[in-house]
C-alpha cells in the first residue's frame, strides 16, 4: 500500500521561507533529466583527439591566429568523423560561453549574455534568493527519511489518527510510519519509525502485537504508547490503561516483562529491558495534544521529539551537552519557540544557519 | 535508519561544512546563497541514503553534491530571471520552444558556469578575459603579467576542466 500522507503534501509548504519566490521545484528538473537521459547519445570523440580540437579552438581564438590556422583546422576535422565530433564538441564550449557573464563585483561566472548592469536586476535577485532552498526543504517536508512503503505515515509535524481494520485505534505522532499484518490469528503491526499509541480492541482468539526496534509488545485489551524515535536506538514503552507484555527480540522468549498502567520501560537497541518506572499518564501522552512534557529526560531525546516537528534539520554539536538533564513543557507546534525556550532555561547556544538547519552547542 | 542518516549527515557537517559553504558560494558566484545551496546538498544526500544507496566517500560525494545544486540552483535562477527581468538578455538562452532542448541547454549553461567557477582564480581569470572579454592572448598575458604560453596552458586547461566534467554529468 501506498502511504496516504506523503503524496498530498504540496510541494513547497515550508512557512517561514522568503515571500514571493516562485517555484520551480526540483521534481520538474528530476523528470526532464530523465527523460533526457532516455535519449541515446553517440559516444564521446576520444580524448586524445579532444584535447587537440580544444588546443586548435584555443589559438584560434589567441588573437594571433592566421587564415592559414583556419584553414589547418578544416583539414584538421575532416579527417575522419570522430575528429569532426571532436571539433564540434570543442566549438560548442567555446560558443556556450558566449551566453555567460561575470559579476564584476565577485569576478566570478554567471550565467546570461554580457551586458551593463542594472540596480533592477540586483534588487529582483535579492528577492529570489530563496528559490534554490525553497525545494530543498520540501524533500524534507515530504519525509523522504521515512520508509516509503508504510501503510501509515506521517510528515513533519503532522500528527495521524486512524482505525484499524478490526477497530483499534492509532494516533500516529509526527514523522512516524506503521506497517500493518493482520491474520486471522493474530494482528501484527510494526512501528518503523517515530511514535504511536493504540487504543487495541479486545479481541482474546487474536493478540495484538506492536514490534518495534529491539522490542515487541503484546497486548489483550489496552491502550498503551511505543516510542521509537529516541537517542542510541532506544524504545520506551508506556501503558495507560490495563496491561502489556514487553519482549525483547533479541533475547529467549522468557525474557519479557509485564508492564502495568502508569509504568514505563525503556528498551536498549540490544533488546535490554530496563527497569519500569512509574509515570505520570498526562506528561507522557502530552504529545496527542502538541505538547512535549519533559521530566528530567535528556536533552538529546527532547530534541529527537522536536525533530519530527520542526522543518529542517537540528544538530547538537557538542556531546558535552547531549545528556544535560531537561525538565521542560513545550510546544510540539512551534519548535522554533520551542527551541528558544530551551536555550533560556539550559547553558546551551542555539545557532540557526537559516530556516533549516539549528545547531546547539554549548553556551 | 534516520538516526544514522542524522549521524554520519551530522560528522560531514562537524568536518566540512565550512568548507563545503565557502565551495558552493564560489560555484554560484554569490555569497549569499552558499549555505542554502549546502542545504540542498545534504538533502540530495540524505535522500540517497534513505533510498539505500551506499555512499562510499561520503566527503567527495558532499562536494559533487554540492556542485549539482550549485547547477541546479544557477539554471533555476535563469529561470526566474526569465519572469522578472527583461527577456532581450535571456533572448540566446531560448533556443528553441521545446521544453526539454531548452532545459538541456540551460542546465548545460548553468553547469558551464560552475565549473569555471571551480577553477583556480588564475586560470579562470585568463579564460574570462580571453573568451568573455575578448582579448587576445598577448593582451591577457601583459594584463596578468604572465608569459603568452601561460596564457594558452589556462585557457586550455579550462576547457578540458569543463569538457571532463560535462561529460561526466551527461553520463550520470
Keep these: 500500500?501506498?502511504?496516504?500522507?506523503?503524496?498530498?503534501?504540496?510541494?513547497?509548504?515550508?512557512?517561514?521561507?522568503?515571500?514571493?519566490?516562485?517555484?520551480?521545484?526540483?521534481?520538474?528538473?528530476?523528470?526532464?533529466?530523465?527523460?533526457?537521459?532516455?535519449?541515446?547519445?553517440?559516444?564521446?570523440?576520444?580524448?586524445?583527439?579532444?584535447?587537440?580540437?580544444?588546443?586548435?579552438?584555443?589559438?584560434?581564438?589567441?588573437?594571433?591566429?592566421?587564415?592559414?590556422?583556419?584553414?589547418?583546422?578544416?583539414?584538421?576535422?575532416?579527417?575522419?568523423?570522430?575528429?569532426?565530433?571532436?571539433?564540434?564538441?570543442?566549438?560548442?564550449?567555446?560558443?556556450?560561453?558566449?551566453?555567460?557573464?561575470?559579476?564584476?563585483?565577485?569576478?566570478?561566472?554567471?550565467?546570461?549574455?554580457?551586458?551593463?548592469?542594472?540596480?533592477?536586476?540586483?534588487?529582483?535577485?535579492?528577492?529570489?534568493?530563496?528559490?534554490?532552498?525553497?525545494?530543498?526543504?520540501?524533500?524534507?517536508?515530504?519525509?523522504?527519511?521515512?520508509?516509503?512503503?508504510?501503510?501509515?505515515?506521517?510528515?513533519?509535524?503532522?500528527?495521524g489518527a486512524f482505525n484499524l481494520p478490526d477497530g483499534t485505534r492509532v494516533l500516529l505522532n509526527a514523522m512516524s510510519a506503521l506497517d500493518i499484518d493482520y491474520s486471522p490469528q493474530r494482528r501484527r503491526v510494526a512501528l518503523l519509525e517515530g511514535q504511536a499509541y493504540f487504543e487495541v480492541m479486545r479481541d482474546i482468539a487474536r493478540p495484538f502485537e506492536v514490534a518495534a526496534r529491539g522490542a515487541t509488545v503484546t497486548a489483550l485489551g489496552t491502550a498503551f504508547d511505543i516510542d521509537s524515535r529516541l537517542a542510541s536506538g532506544r524504545v520506551s514503552v508506556f501503558v495507560a490503561e490495563n496491561a502489556v507484555r514487553v519482549q525483547s527480540t533479541f533475547e529467549r522468549a522468557s525474557d519479557s516483562v509485564t508492564l502495568s498502567a502508569g509504568h514505563r520501560v525503556l528498551i536498549s537497541e540490544t533488546g535490554r529491558i530496563g527497569a519500569a518506572v512509574a509515570q505520570d499518564a498526562a506528561a507522557a501522552l502530552a504529545w496527542r495534544t502538541g505538547m512535549l512534557v519533559a521530566e528530567g529526560e535528556t536533552l538529546e531525546d527532547v530534541i529527537a521529539a522536536l525533530r519530527t516537528y520542526y522543518n529542517g534539520w537540528i544538530v547538537i554539536q557538542d556531546s558535552s551537552v547531549r545528556m544535560l538533564k531537561v525538565n521542560a513543557v513545550l510546544d510540539l507546534r512551534t519548535p522554533q519557540e520551542s527551541l528558544d525556550a530551551l536555550a533560556a532555561g539550559l547553558p546551551i547556544r542555539v545557532l540557526r544557519l537559516s530556516n533549516l538547519v539549528a545547531v546547539i552547542s554549548a553556551a | 535508519m534516520a538516526d544514522n542518516i542524522h549521524k554520519w549527515l551530522g560528522d560531514l557537517f562537524r568536518h566540512y561544512h565550512t568548507e563545503v559553504v565557502r565551495y558552493a558560494a564560489r560555484l554560484v558566484g554569490d555569497r549569499e546563497n552558499g549555505e542554502e545551496i549546502v542545504q540542498s546538498a545534504y538533502l540530495r544526500l540524505a535522500r540517497r541514503s534513505a533510498e539505500g544507496i551506499a555512499i562510499e566517500h561520503p566527503k567527495a560525494y558532499l562536494f559533487t553534491a554540492a556542485r549539482n545544486a550549485a547547477v541546479d540552483f544557477t539554471a533555476r535562477r535563469t529561470i526566474e530571471w526569465t519572469y522578472r527581468v527583461d527577456v532581450e538578455d535571456l533572448s540566446a538562452l531560448a533556443v528553441t520552444a521545446d521544453p526539454i532542448v531548452a532545459f538541456e541547454h540551460r542546465q548545460r549553461l548553468a553547469r558551464l558556469a560552475v565549473l569555471l567557477n571551480e577553477l583556480p582564480t588564475a586560470c579562470r581569470t585568463a579564460f574570462v578575459m580571453n573568451r568573455m572579454e575578448g582579448r587576445t592572448h598577448k593582451e591577457v598575458a601583459h594584463a596578468l603579467g604572465i608569459s603568452v604560453s601561460m596564457v594558452e596552458k589556462h585557457v586550455t586547461r579550462a576547457l578540458m576542466h569543463c569538457r571532463d566534467l560535462m561529460r561526466e554529468a551527461d553520463d550520470n
Excluded at chain 1, 588573437?63 to 570522430?82: C, I, L, M, N
Aim: hydrophobic share 35%; proline share 6%.
Design chain 1, 1 to 159: 500500500m501506498r502511504p496516504t500522507t506523503t503524496d498530498k503534501i504540496p510541494y513547497c509548504c515550508i512557512a517561514g521561507l522568503r515571500r514571493n519566490a516562485v517555484y520551480i521545484n526540483d521534481s520538474t528538473t528530476e523528470r526532464l533529466k530523465r527523460e533526457l537521459r532516455m535519449s541515446p547519445k553517440p559516444p564521446y570523440p576520444s580524448k586524445v583527439l579532444s584535447n587537440e580540437a580544444l588546443e586548435w579552438i584555443v589559438r584560434l581564438n589567441s588573437g594571433a591566429a592566421h587564415k592559414r590556422d583556419r584553414t589547418a583546422f578544416a583539414a584538421w576535422r575532416a579527417q575522419s568523423p570522430e575528429h569532426e565530433a571532436a571539433a564540434a564538441e570543442a566549438e560548442g564550449l567555446w560558443h556556450d560561453a558566449e551566453n555567460l557573464h561575470v559579476d564584476p563585483q565577485s569576478g566570478l561566472v554567471r550565467l546570461g549574455g554580457r551586458k551593463k548592469p542594472r540596480a533592477s536586476r540586483r534588487t529582483v535577485l535579492r528577492g529570489l534568493a530563496g528559490v534554490g532552498i525553497g525545494c530543498a526543504g520540501a524533500y524534507w517536508a515530504s519525509g523522504v527519511l521515512r520508509p516509503m512503503m508504510a501503510d501509515h505515515s506521517t510528515g513533519v509535524g503532522q500528527v
